[in-house]
């Protein structure tokens, strides 16, 4: 597990009321600090506690390595049942390879590959795929843009960001 700061987007801040429309990472926003105003099918509207930088709000958070997250997923697909519910503190979810018919002329066979996701889009993500087959390693994609600071250190460039996890 890893201690990071991220930067929670907020997409439409009201300075003059001090609320902030935010999307992804609402959730972290409430464990520090801002409180719940409003909640619309897309958004939370959230008043941030006094002195809290609303355009470019950052949190400490916890996320997991990605050997950690690699052990929990090879269980899942060794086990090969759907599965959802919470890991490392996150949302997850683990879904089987799939081939289905698709209609139409002519119908054919659409494969979709067995995968494992953990994080939150728009914050951090981190998907193992197993596109090349159920039998092969499977194939890493991540999203780190969000995490501006690991262990006091900053990363500016996009190709570090992507090897932290």
């Not at 609320?19 to 509207?45: F, I, M, P, Q």
């Not at 899942?76 to 890991?87: E, T």
């Not at 979709?112 to 914050?123: N, Q, R, S, V, W």
Request: a neutral charge.
């Amino acid at each position: 597990m890893k201690r990071v700061r991220l930067h929670v987007q907020v997409y439409e801040a009201f300075p003059d009321e001090k609320l902030c429309h935010v999307r992804e990472g609402a959730a972290l926003l409430l464990e520090n600090g801002w409180e719940l105003k409003d909640r619309t099918w897309s958004n939370w509207v959230l008043r941030p506690p006094e002195g809290a930088d609303m355009v470019y709000p950052v949190v400490d958070a916890i996320v997991p390595d990605g050997n950690e997250v690699l052990e929990l997923a090879r269980k899942l697909h060794a086990k090969g049942s759907p599965w959802r519910g919470r890991a490392f503190g996150w949302n997850a979810e683990y879904s089987a390879s799939q081939g289905r018919i698709v209609a139409g002329r002519p119908s054919r066979k659409v494969s979709f590959p067995a995968y494992f996701f953990i994080g939150e889009l728009g914050l951090w993500m981190m998907t193992f795929r197993w596109e090349d087959g159920d039998e092969l390693p499977p194939r890493l994609i991540t999203d780190t843009s969000c995490i501006v600071e690991r262990c006091g250190r900053v990363f500016l460039d996009r190709i570090q960001q992507n090897s932290l996890l």
